[in-house]
């Protein structure tokens, strides 16, 4: 027995909600659905949408469900995100509070601390990328200092914004052609 459709809407209805839509996905299954309530089979109408009768099933199903607005394809929601409130909480006061470098062995925040931290708090594995991903909505960006050699000269560098350093080139001993008897 295949499940019957909304009894608030007609093939005139729905063929109307076709035409007004935008979505040509939408509207070829409207127009499947228009066709099932001016008494043609589910079969006929599979081969008007082009799909199998399951997939015309779960028009129906969408269709009772939520009217025209529900047979509109939509993003998939995706994988449930691994940081609960009290997780994004502790990774806000870290970062919000600093390391510790006694304590953390580090200077500065990197990526791979932070998850270290939450392995070591809560047991949680979390990626580079994902937590990556997850500070940034939290409205942090990854900010890094320009590096500094270890060994630099701090005189050489004022030395070399004064141009203090001799010039690259210098005058030969020798006479120029023009010179030359």
């Known amino acids: ?10 093939a005139i209805a729905v063929r109307a909600a076709a035409r007004r839509s935008k ?16 008494g043609a089979s589910r ?39 691994l940081l609960k409130a009290a997780h994004r909480a502790a990774l806000v006061e870290a970062i919000e509070r600093g390391p510790i470098p006694a304590v953390h062995g580090v200077v500065r925040w990197r990526i791979i601390d932070l998850a270290q931290m939450l392995w070591d708090d809560f047991s949680l594995s979390v990626s580079r990328p994902t937590l990556s991903r997850e500070l940034r909505a939290l ?22 914004k004064k141009g203090a350093l001799p010039p690259s080139w210098t005058r030969s001993g020798r ?7």
């Open 139 to 160: 409205g942090y960006r990854k900010l890094s200092a320009r590096p500094r050699p270890h060994a630099q000269d701090p005189d050489a560098i004022e030395a070399f």
């Open 23 to 38: 979505d040509g996905a939408q509207a070829r299954r409207l127009l499947a659905l228009a066709a099932i309530y001016e």
């Open 1 to 10: 027995m295949p499940i019957a459709l909304r009894t608030d809407f007609d």
């Open 43 to 81: 079969t006929e109408a599979a081969r008007i949408g082009g799909v199998t009768l399951q997939i015309v099933r779960d028009w129906v199903m969408k269709f009772n469900a939520a009217g025209p607005d529900g047979l509109i394809d939509r993003k998939a929601p995706g994988p449930q995100s």
């Open 175 to 181: 006479l120029s052609r023009e010179a030359l008897p």
